[in-house]
């Protein structure tokens, strides 16, 4: 069973289930990816109940008060198609509901993911600095 949690109590570098920016040239390391869970304003991490593992997460910056920015969602690829990404993305919207503004980016094909969950397409702008993909140093 997969429980969520909203907080990093209990989780150490050894929680992450391997699989985590699947596809990214240069990913975060693991102990990167902690300093941004830390440091998100909200986070919700699915975890196996039987592993102990962390196997998706969401993240949300947010000034409390008028917007919020979903940068992050993923399920690492073995426990994709669960319903896992759906439930972390319904938990962060009810947990952002008093937020006017909540805004996310992806790909065209994700669109309809999202629709799903009540959101609407818009249109958007972007800068990546390539150069700092695995992070900023802390
Ligand atoms: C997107 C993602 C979080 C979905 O997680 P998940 O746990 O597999 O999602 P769920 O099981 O809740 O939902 C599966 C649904 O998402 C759809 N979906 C998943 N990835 C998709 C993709 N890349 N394009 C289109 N649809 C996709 C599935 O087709 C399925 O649709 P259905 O319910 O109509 O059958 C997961 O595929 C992932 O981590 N992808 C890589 C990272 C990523 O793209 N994150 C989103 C950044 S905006």
């Not at 592993?51 to 993923?74: K, M, N, Q, W």
């Not at 969950?117 to 800068?127: H, N, Q, V, W």
Request: aromatic share 10%.
């Amino acid at each position: 069973m997969i429980i969520y949690q909203e907080h990093m109590q209990n989780i150490t570098e050894a929680s992450f289930a391997d699989g985590f920016f699947d596809g990214w040239p240069n990913p975060p390391s693991t102990a990167t990816f902690e300093r941004i869970l830390q440091n998100a304003t909200h986070i919700i991490l699915a975890i196996d109940e039987h592993t102990h593992h962390v196997v998706g997460f969401i993240t949300a910056l947010s000034d409390r008060v008028l917007t919020a920015y979903i940068p992050l969602l993923e399920v690492v690829p073995s426990y994709q198609n669960r319903g896992i990404g759906k439930e972390l993305t319904r938990r962060m919207l009810d947990k952002l509901q008093d937020i006017y503004m909540i805004d996310l980016l992806c790909d065209t094909d994700l669109q309809d993911f999202y629709a799903g969950l009540g959101m609407r397409k818009a249109t958007g702008m972007l800068i990546r600095n390539y150069e700092h993909q695995s992070g900023k140093k802390g």
